[in-house]
């Protein structure tokens, strides 16, 4: 038995032809814009992800802050009534021993530990009077004038200098207050640590400039690095490890909360600080921080 052949198609009209591959090309065109905007939203994706992440993280950074803040605001309160009672005594005590040359004496060592008694207590008031990070777009380079401009006096009288390279400064949004506070004390750390140099270049290097780097969660992302370099004796691994601890200090002058500031409003803001010695001796402190973020409207009580 023969088997039945299908019917062969009827020849497609030139025209046809030309309005089909014009249509598959229609499809194809249609589905690569498709694909083009997908990969772009995908994209998109995960950047409003990661921008909702670090949201999330200084969000919670800015509550510890706030508990931090109020915390250290009532324990200062505390201590500061008491110590201007001890002031006084101290006053009257010596005023009365003035014919006692070693109970003098030892006045004067209570009135000096009372007093970096006070200006520990002055320095944790100071960090939790803030009542807010208000995050504000700030021209870098100004932001830095405005330290260096903070610590001329010191400069003047360490006999040190500031060599600043600005690059590109782009603008970023932080609290200008707390930034330029936080920013100041490293500068003063770098300053004081070249107080052993009795010769030499005793000029510091700050820069601005946007980078990729590593983040403590392992990450590489764009940040803002402000950079302050010394030229003092450096910084040991032992020392390095407690650097950022809330009064350690290897001065017997230091507070030991100077670089503890620095490091929770910059924590507070989204970025973090990189330490690492320099070739030839000094410490060079990099503050990275997102670049221009808008925040705006954006407020965190940080103390009562």
Do not use: W
Not at 195 to 220: F, K, L, Q, Y
């Amino acid at each position: 038995m023969s088997q039945l052949q299908p019917a062969p198609s009827p020849p497609m009209h030139p025209a046809e032809e030309v309005q089909l591959l014009e249509l598959m090309r229609s499809v194809s065109e249609t589905a690569e814009r498709l694909q083009s905007t997908h990969d772009a939203l995908q994209t998109q994706v995960v950047k409003l992800e990661h921008e909702l992440a670090e949201a999330n993280e200084q969000l919670h950074r800015s509550r510890e802050l706030a508990s931090l803040g109020e915390m250290a605001a009532g324990i200062a309160h505390e201590i500061r009534n008491p110590l201007a009672s001890l002031q006084l005594f101290v006053e009257v005590l010596s005023q009365d021993l003035e014919d006692h040359p070693e109970q003098v004496e030892v006045c004067r060592k209570i009135r000096a530990s009372v007093f970096r008694m006070d200006t520990i207590v002055e320095d944790v008031l100071r960090f939790a009077s803030e009542s807010s990070i208000r995050f504000e777009p700030v021209l870098s380079s100004n932001l830095v004038g405005a330290v260096i401009e903070s610590c001329e006096g010191l400069l003047d009288t360490a006999g040190t200098t500031v060599h600043l390279d600005s690059g590109t400064a782009p603008i970023i949004h932080v609290d200008a207050s707390l930034m330029t506070q936080a920013i100041s004390n490293i500068l003063r750390n770098a300053i004081e640590a070249m107080d052993s140099m009795n010769h030499g270049d005793r000029r510091i290097e700050m820069s601005i400039a946007t980078s990729r780097v590593r983040c403590p969660d392992a990450s590489m992302r764009e940040r803002v690095v402000i950079g302050i370099a010394d030229r003092g004796p450096g910084i040991d691994e032992a020392v390095m490890q407690k650097l950022f601890t809330p009064f350690f200090t290897t001065r017997e002058s230091g507070t030991g909360l100077g670089l503890a500031i620095a490091h929770r409003v910059v924590d507070a803001h989204g970025g973090h600080i990189n330490v690492t010695g320099r070739d030839g001796g000094g410490t060079r402190f990099d503050v990275c921080v997102p670049p221009g973020i808008d925040r705006s409207g954006y407020s965190m009580e940080t103390a009562t």
